[in-house]
Nanobody
Framework: VQLQASGGGLVQAGGSLRLSCAAS????????MGWYRQAPGKQRELVAI???????TYGDSVSGRFSISRDNAKNTVYLQMNNLKPEDTAVYYC?????????WGQGTLVTVPA
């Protein structure tokens, strides 16, 4: 299984970005897909997770501003990020969780200048 993330970039505070992550290969139909992020000097943290059934969970720092969704037919997960803040600056990683195994994408950088 491989994950290809895209959509990062530079955006001013208050702006929006949409990240995408497409999974390819042999993918078990029942899985969780999610986004994590790692800021410089900090540990990787949960941003949001969505199950194959559509249930979602968000990290406290993004709840109400970010929205995760997925297209099961395309094996793709999206992260709509609104009202971005400088503290959202990080490398964002997508993750696929299935059958007890985790697969990580390569990361995409989101920069929100102060």
């Amino acid at each position: 299984v491989q994950l290809q993330a895209s959509g990062g970039g530079l955006v001013q505070a208050g702006g929006s970005l949409r990240l995408s992550c497409a999974a390819s290969g042999r993918i078990f139909s029942i899985n969780h897909m999610g986004w994590y992020r790692q800021a410089p000097g900090k540990q990787r943290e949960l941003v949001a997770i969505i199950t194959s059934g559509g249930s979602s969970t968000y990290g406290d720092s993004v709840s109400g501003r970010f929205s995760i969704s997925r297209d099961n037919a395309k094996n793709t997960v999206y992260l709509q990020m609104n009202n971005l803040k400088p503290e959202d600056t990080a490398v964002y990683y997508c993750k696929l969780m299935a059958l007890g195994a985790n697969t990580w994408g390569q990361g995409t950088l989101v920069t929100v200048p102060a």
